[in-house]
């Protein structure tokens, strides 16, 4: 890839393409913008362009690359591009996540039946809550009902506005509960049961969101790798394939990748080739179609429900081709809804959390195995006896089956639901940077920690919470909103503790 290439990117929706308007050199737009990777502090970078350009800083991005989204002129993209520290500047996309509404149905879900989760005894599926997989996984989406009963949701990250990560629009939540939801006897269960949930909010509550959202969210993913095995993506957009620093997109993947978290990505919904698509054309994730299946059992003798498709056939309505790793169900599953309740959606979004479900199993068992391994071992372990004469491209791949008790035992679940016993204290470091953006003051802020107990902490202010439930491992920009000077002090205590904290950071402008 040439350096300070101005590229035009391709919008992301979920499942559909929309191609921004043509600007002038003088309108503003949003930007994304990718730095070298040698640069040390990606916040100085933004504030000192944010000074001399004229841009306004809305992400900044540390670990699954280094870089930014602002929206700026442009003329000023342009000039942008040209500094020596600048690999890539790209106009930034809409993301809007859909799904084919339907009726309310009956339990359990027959997703979690076709792939075979209940006949596994070891992964014990029988409506009591005593044991959950000890796996953490994230939802890239519009973030997770928080106080839903049917869900085990242990913190997240917000990269929309606020702070809260909780699901206004009902597609998360209905993700998050194929992935995960408890084994309690109510509602539904979902393919890896009680795992902990990370919210991870990169679009709103229309369902819509940017491109420089979703890739704020991977970051963050990134961040916390030690922490988070398996992550979900249930959106996409036009695109292809290419080298992992073709894009913005697909180079904060490869490098989530690479830091040890697995990912599972929707095919989409356009009945098309996958390798229009991306992420699911990337050959890093592992991309999912969907299957018709009515009665959650094989031989096609369902009889259809929510949608006319046939039983144990190829979704119509689902991408295909060479870069699809694996079908699982996606037509008319139930899951867990926004407000505590229950919905009964259809798409390939509704597929791929079923993967990523049973790669929480897989790791729960092989805690070392890297993305790769993960993959290998589903499709080994996926069969083959579902009809395939709708697929356009022929080509049959496995199904998802996680029957097999020898892969999938016991051994590394966790038996209780709030650990017990002494909890040594905690140990968390932070740093802070404060920088203006046309005369508001920021305020980047970076901290790292132990503990047996803190999957996120608290924020403080001068004193008082500022955010809550942030990683453990994390990143917060402080948008003050003031003009002028000022002098601010803060800390990141243990979640809930105004005593575990960090050291105290004061930061003067």
């Known amino acids: 890839m040439s350096r300070r290439a101005l590229s035009i990117l391709v919008t992301l929706v979920a499942f559909a393409t929309l191609l921004p308007a043509e600007a002038s050199s003088a309108e503003i737009g949003r930007y994304i913008v990718v730095l070298d990777p040698a640069v ?86 029988d409506g009591f809550d005593d044991q959950r997989v000890d796996v953490d996984v994230a939802v890239i989406d519009t973030g997770i009902d928080v106080d839903h009963p049917d869900l085990n949701v242990v913190g997240g990250k917000n990269c929309q506005r606020g702070t809260s ?105 356009e009945s098309d080739d996958a390798a229009n698509h991306v992420p699911a054309a990337y050959d890093e994730v592992m991309t999912v179609s969907a299957l018709a299946d009515f009665d959650g059992e094989p031989g096609g003798t369902g009889s259809a429900t929510c949608r006319s498709d046939v039983d144990d056939t190829f979704a119509d309505f689902s991408n295909f081709g060479v870069d699809v790793d694996l079908i699982a169900p996606g037509v008319c599953i139930k899951s867990t809804w926004k407000g505590g309740g229950y919905s ?90 404060g920088y203006k953006v046309k005369g508001l003051q920021k305020v980047d802020l970076s901290w790292s920690g132990t503990s047996a107990s803190a999957t996120h902490v608290d924020i403080h202010r001068d004193g008082a919470i500022l955010a809550a439930d942030e990683a453990n491992d994390g990143t917060y920009t402080d948008d003050i909103n003031a003009k002028g000077g000022g002098s601010y002090t803060y800390k990141v205590c243990e979640a809930g503790s105004t005593t575990v904290c960090s050291n105290e950071v004061s930061v003067v402008f």
Not at 62 to 81: D, P, W
Not at 95 to 103: E, K
Not at 186 to 208: C, E, I, K, T
Not at 404 to 422: I, K, Q, R, W, Y
């Open 40 to 125: 040390a502090d990606p916040g100085s970078v933004a504030a000192e362009h944010a000074r001399g350009h004229g841009a306004e800083v809305s992400h900044v991005y540390r670990f699954a690359l280094k870089g930014y989204a602002a929206t700026m002129s442009e003329q000023a993209a342009r000039e942008v591009a040209l500094d020596e520290r600048v690999q890539l500047v790209e106009v930034d996309g809409a993301v809007q996540a859909t799904a084919h509404s339907a009726t309310n149905l009956g339990n359990p879900p027959t997703g979690v039946h076709r792939a075979f989760a209940p006949h596994n005894s070891e992964i014990g599926i």
């Open 165 to 269: 990560y909780d699901d206004g629009n009902g597609h998360g939540t209905h993700v998050a509960g194929t992935a995960a939801g408890l084994d309690n006897g109510r509602g539904v269960v979902g393919m890896a049961p009680g795992a902990r949930l990370w919210a991870v909010r990169v679009l709103d509550n229309s369902g819509s969101g940017s491109w420089s959202s979703v890739i704020c969210g991977i970051d963050w993913v990134t961040a916390n790798a030690t922490t988070i095995e398996v992550a979900n993506m249930s959106l996409g957009g036009s695109g292809s394939d290419g080298t992992c620093d073709s894009s913005s997109l697909h180079l904060a993947i490869c490098n989530s990748v690479s830091a040890g978290t697995t990912y599972a990505v929707a095919a989409g919904n």
């Open 344 to 433: 009964t959606i259809s798409g390939t979004s509704m597929a791929s959390p079923h993967v990523a479900g049973a790669a929480a199993l897989y790791k729960a068992t092989n805690p070392t195995a890297g993305p790769a391994a993960v993959q290998t071992a589903l499709q080994a372990e996926g069969n083959l006896f579902w009809t395939n004469t709708d697929d356009v491209d022929g080509m049959q791949e496995p199904l998802l089956d996680v029957s097999d008790a020898v892969v999938f035992n016991p051994a590394m679940l966790s038996t209780s639901t709030d650990g017990g016993g002494e909890e040594p204290a905690a140990s968390f470091s932070l740093t802070a940077s």
